[in-house]
């Protein structure tokens, strides 16, 4: 059980994670500075440095975290090999709903992930492709796809990314557009 203080701490970094998301989603990262997150979260520029070193510092964290959310949720499909085309669905479905579930979140790391060069968050992101590179290959070893492993990817990654954030449109209208674009390669 955290105590007071943790759950202060953890409140207050929040505070400023939030308001960077916010920042960075409205002016872009480079116009950002410390004085303006430290007003936007409502803390001084000596509580910003007391949690994070630095704005990259405070991106940075909040890729990683982002990235590991995304992960963590498409880890929840039960993925099928057996079934390979099935479960590509549901974990373009498990993707869609971590994108309505943190709008501001995936935008975010849509957005500025390639701006931050970091080891860690290029594991991440090779975690997420193997997960769907698998699946699309085993579609197309059992003839369900047609075409090569990287395009019917990068299609698919595109469609992900550019329909995950309209935000008019239910999951299921959102799964049924990416399922149109994949389904080109049947």
């Keep these: 059980m955290k105590s007071i203080k943790e759950k202060q701490r953890e409140w207050k970094k929040n505070e400023i994670i939030n308001a960077v998301i916010d920042l960075c989603l409205e002016k872009g990262i480079v116009d950002v500075s410390i004085e303006e997150i430290a007003k936007k979260s409502g803390f001084g520029n000596s509580s910003i440095y007391y949690y994070f070193k630095s ?99 990068n299609s698919l990654a595109g469609s992900v990314r550019q329909i995950a954030q309209n935000d008019e449109l239910t999951i299921e209208e959102k799964l049924n557009y990416i399922i149109e674009n994949l389904n080109k390669f049947r």
């Excluded at 405070?58 to 949720?73: A, D, F, P, Q």
């Excluded at 498990?94 to 309505?100: N, P």
Aim: aromatic fraction near 12%; glycine fraction near 2%; proline fraction near 2%.
């Design 55 to 153: 704005k990259e510092d405070i991106i940075k964290e909040i890729l990683i975290s982002g990235w590991k959310k995304m992960i963590s949720k498409m880890k929840t499909v039960n993925l099928n090999y057996d079934k390979p085309y099935d479960s590509l669905i549901e974990l373009i479905k498990a993707h869609l709903e971590f994108t309505k579930e943190n709008p501001k979140l995936f935008k975010f790391i849509s957005k500025f992930t390639k701006a931050v060069n970091s080891k860690e968050i290029r594991k991440l992101i090779k975690q997420e492709n193997e997960i769907y590179y698998s699946l699309i290959e085993s579609c197309i070893n059992k003839n369900i796809l047609k075409g090569d492993l990287k395009f019917i990817y």
